[in-house]
């Protein structure tokens, strides 16, 4: 296994972060166990999870899976030690998740202390903000005009900005959290948090995740380098873009109990011809050297340049172990050329 410095936080994090996202709904305690053992084994030691999951999101499974987390820790308190674990806090969106209140330095506070609870934990490693109380252009909302900044108020907001980063220093400064990052954000994001930080005389962000992958490279390069110059990590979610880059949606077809068979809170957005067009392009190219789509796919993020760790996720021990055994591979040149022709002809296919 190779590590990675997580930003400015001196930790070193594997290549490789764990995601959870569908333990609750496709996967059971007992999947949830293997996962982790088998993760662990294999030298991964960075474990991302949100207040809000599994996925598709839905009150009768809010907070599942940090549940099933912290039933592993309960029984394994030895390994907490080994492990970084990475959590964070829903933003506005859901009635049923603190009335669909923005994020504010209240509630971190009140999502922290349960996250804690959940978790079985005296401290979260990283404690993330899922998303900005602002529109952003993410899940989907990336198309030209889809957001419109002028309409932000611009000074409304860094007030909100600095009242989050109080409750967060709040949380630094008592243990609860040793380091905090973005997801979800953008490089106005980020610097504005910088800035903030740095006025209130607090730790600044250590990471951002966002949506990363061959059907959406839209971080790169303006944000990556800004992530890199600032010594930020970025840590590449969806690596295979909802599933869809390991092939098995591929001409209109969803298997049974894969994760497009569930309602999506978002719809299927990234489901449109030129995404399937690129990635049966992609997955030609995975069968001419050899490897699986999802191995291509999750190879070519791990070689991106300003990438620290890249997140996975499985419902098998099989989807796992194939997915694990991307990081070891190398693409070659010719390979990587002609990903990157198919890159030139779908640079936004959805």
């Known amino acids: 296994m190779r590590y990675s410095p997580l930003g400015a936080s001196g930790l070193s994090v594997s290549r490789i972060c764990l995601g959870t996202m569908t333990w609750g709904i496709q996967n059971t305690q007992a999947d949830a166990d293997l996962q982790l053992n088998h993760a662990i084994a294999t030298g991964i030691n960075f474990f991302d999870t949100a207040e809000m999951y599994p996925v598709p999101p839905s009150e009768p499974t809010y907070t599942?899976?940090?549940?099933?987390?912290?039933?592993?820790?309960?029984?394994?308190?030895?390994?907490?030690?080994?492990?970084?674990?990475?959590?964070?806090?829903?933003?506005?969106?859901?009635?049923?998740?603190?009335?669909?209140?923005?994020?504010?330095?209240?509630?971190?506070?009140?999502?922290?202390?349960?996250?804690?609870?959940?978790?079985?934990?005296?401290?979260?490693?990283?404690?993330?903000?899922?998303?900005?109380?602002?529109?952003?252009?993410?899940?989907?909302?990336?198309?030209?005009?889809?957001?419109?900044?002028?309409?932000?108020?611009?000074?409304?907001?860094?007030?909100?900005?600095?009242?989050?980063?109080?409750?967060?220093?709040?949380?630094?400064?008592?243990?609860?959290?040793?380091?905090?990052?973005?997801?979800?954000?953008?490089?106005?994001?980020?610097?504005?948090?910088?800035?903030?930080?740095?006025?209130?005389?607090?730790?600044?962000?250590?990471?951002?995740?966002?949506?990363?992958?061959?059907?959406?490279?839209?971080?790169?390069?303006?944000?990556?380098?800004?992530?890199?110059?600032?010594?930020?990590?970025?840590?590449p979610w969806s690596p295979l873009s909802g599933g869809m880059l390991s092939g098995k949606y591929r001409n209109g077809v969803i298997p049974k109990g894969s994760r497009w068979s569930y309602e999506q809170r978002h719809g299927l957005f990234r489901n449109t011809q030129d995404s399937q067009r690129a990635t049966q392009a992609y997955c030609d190219i995975a069968q001419k050297y050899d490897m699986t789509p999802a191995q291509l796919a999750l190879a070519w993020c791990d070689q991106v340049d300003g990438v620290t760790s890249t997140i996975i996720g499985a419902t098998s021990m099989l989807q796992l172990e194939e997915n694990i055994a991307a990081f070891a591979k190398t693409l070659s040149k010719e390979c990587l050329d002609e990903v990157a022709n198919v890159l030139r002809q779908y640079p936004a296919p959805f």
């Open 64 to 235: 599942k899976t940090e549940q099933i987390i912290g039933n592993w820790l309960s029984r394994h308190p030895d390994k907490r030690k080994d492990m970084i674990i990475a959590t964070k806090i829903a933003g506005p969106g859901f009635p049923y998740v603190r009335n669909n209140a923005p994020i504010t330095g209240e509630n971190v506070g009140l999502a922290l202390a349960g996250s804690l609870e959940r978790l079985n934990t005296d401290y979260i490693d990283l404690y993330q903000l899922h998303w900005p109380n602002r529109m952003t252009p993410h899940f989907g909302k990336h198309a030209l005009n889809a957001t419109r900044p002028t309409k932000l108020d611009v000074e409304a907001e860094r007030e909100n900005m600095r009242d989050i980063l109080l409750g967060l220093k709040q949380a630094l400064d008592e243990g609860k959290i040793r380091h905090w990052g973005l997801s979800d954000d953008t490089t106005w994001g980020i610097h504005t948090y910088l800035n903030l930080a740095q006025e209130i005389g607090m730790p600044a962000p250590v990471s951002i995740q966002n949506e990363f992958n061959l059907l959406h490279t839209k971080d790169w390069p303006f944000l990556i380098e800004s992530c890199v110059c600032e010594d930020i990590a970025y840590l």
